[in-house]
């Protein structure tokens, strides 16, 4: 393989890394949340707790209505 070949492979790697990282921050501080009230996994209620939390961390990473994102000066 080739130094360009490897470099554009491991800078992929590296993305698809820190993005599944993310992903995964949301479910599991939701899940943090609905078992440091006292949820029990896998219980109703536990699952009512997550999926709302889940709705509440990704609004609160999201966009308001109509916002657009401007491009960089960089």
Known sequence: MNSTTFRS???LVSITAI???GCGSIESAAQDDCTSIGWQIGSKG???CFKARVYERKLD???PP???PSP???
């Open 61 to 63: 990473y999201s966009l």
């Open 9 to 11: 492979l491991a800078i």
């Open 66 to 68: 109509g916002d657009k």
């Open 19 to 21: 993005g599944l990282t």
């Open 72 to 74: 960089s000066v960089i």
């Open 46 to 48: 536990y699952n009512d």
